[in-house]
């Protein structure tokens, strides 16, 4: 199965192997041990244990979540084969279904490829900017994706050669998913991150390789993406006329507690991010995806207070006009927020000549030790 993917592959992608993948079989209980590990980490441990606090500050998973137990339990779910960065070997699960595991081969052989031309493990694994993260796993699930049709379908445009074209590929991925006892009764956070990559990074490559014919962006990191709004938004990657072709980068965000409280995670949530908050807040597609179009960058930090942990959250828009739009929305928001014992405050000014957006959530009574003046807007990176 990998002899014969691996020429179709290397057409595809425009690269060759510099040598052939190693590949070993594992059962169910060897892939559960695998996951598990990679949360052993330290950091990642801490990582995920920021996501965790923020996500549940900002009413975006229950508050009695395991993230750590839901997360292992989707990808032990989820994995038929996997190529691990740091074996560089890649896995395939005993008594998988042929046809199933041809495909994710298939898919998982471009990991290996990729992790030939770059490290993939440091890209994906950035501490404190989990949207620039996404925007790295977007690139390579989404290439991974790519080539995968190119290569198991004849060689052709994969919109024009595969029945019902790219929508038809966009709800094939969700319905698998979907059709998972798991991930069907995950928070809609934790699936729309899952898709994210596959289902917008997909067609993120297939844009960049029509522009860019025969190369991928990951063989030159100047090409790589640094945020969720490149991946959604091809002006913000490729620039406008108006801009000569100059992209749009986030906006560093940084905020400084007051009062001499200390910092538990800071991160950030990116376009993307913020717009799922506002979807899973006032279930308003429309709503949701025009509340954060104007997205130039955010940063949260969650603090222990005497009376519990307590998070702060400034955006930074591109226009006034955004800003005002998303702090109109985030008044609604708070208006309908139903999580006693919290005080939530939502405030707008200027910083450094940027409009910003502050979210401020904290147990009742404890002090906020936030404000606008407490954000600081830096140089774009």
Do not use: C
Not at 81 to 91: E, H, M, R
Not at 149 to 158: H, K
């Amino acid at each position: 199965m990998v002899a014969r993917a691996i020429p179709n592959i290397e057409r595809s992608v425009g690269l060759k192997f510099k040598h052939p993948p190693v590949v070993q079989m594992r059962d169910k209980a060897q892939v559960r041990a695998y996951v598990l590990q990679q949360f052993e980490d330290s950091a990642a441990q801490r990582d995920l244990a920021s996501t965790e606090a923020a996500y549940k500050l900002l009413g975006m998973i229950p508050d009695t979540l395991d993230l750590k137990k839901l997360e292992t339990d989707l990808l032990v779910e989820q994995i038929v084969g996997y190529y691990d960065p740091k074996t560089k070997v890649l896995y395939v699960v005993q008594g998988a279904d042929p046809t199933t595991a041809e495909t994710v081969v298939t898919h998982e052989l471009v990991h290996a490829l990729q992790d030939q031309y770059v490290n993939l493990d440091s890209i994906q694994t950035a501490m404190g900017d989990d949207d620039r993260t996404l925007a790295a796993q977007a690139v390579f699930e989404g290439d991974a994706v790519f080539e995968q049709l190119e290569a198991m379908l004849p060689p052709g445009n994969v919109a024009v050669t595969l029945p019902g074209g790219w929508d038809r590929v966009r709800e094939e991925i969700r319905n698998n998913q979907s059709s998972m006892p798991v991930f069907s009764r995950a928070p809609l956070v934790i699936q729309e991150t899952v898709l994210f990559p596959y289902l917008s990074g997909a067609e993120f490559i297939r844009t960049y390789k029509e522009r860019n014919h025969g190369s991928v962006p990951y063989t030159d990191m100047k090409n790589m993406p640094v945020s969720s709004e490149q991946i959604l938004h091809i002006y913000s990657y490729f620039g406008t006329p108006d801009s000569a072709g100059k992209r749009d980068v986030p906006t560093p965000v940084t905020i400084a507690l007051a009062g001499g409280a200390t910092p538990t995670f800071t991160n950030d949530l990116g376009e993307f991010g913020t717009r799922l908050f506002l979807y899973q807040q006032l279930q308003s597609q429309d709503d949701a995806v025009r509340g954060a179009a104007g997205w130039d960058g955010d940063r949260y930090v969650v603090w222990q207070t005497s009376q519990g942990p307590a998070i702060a959250w400034a955006t930074v828009w591109d226009t006034p006009e955004d800003a005002a739009d998303f702090y109109s929305l985030m008044q609604r928001v708070r208006s309908g927020w139903s999580r006693p014992g919290r005080a939530t405050q939502v405030t707008t000014s200027e910083v450094s000549g940027r409009p910003v957006v502050l979210w401020v959530d904290t147990p009742t009574g404890a002090r906020a030790d936030v404000t606008t003046a407490n954000v600081r807007i830096g140089a774009t990176r």
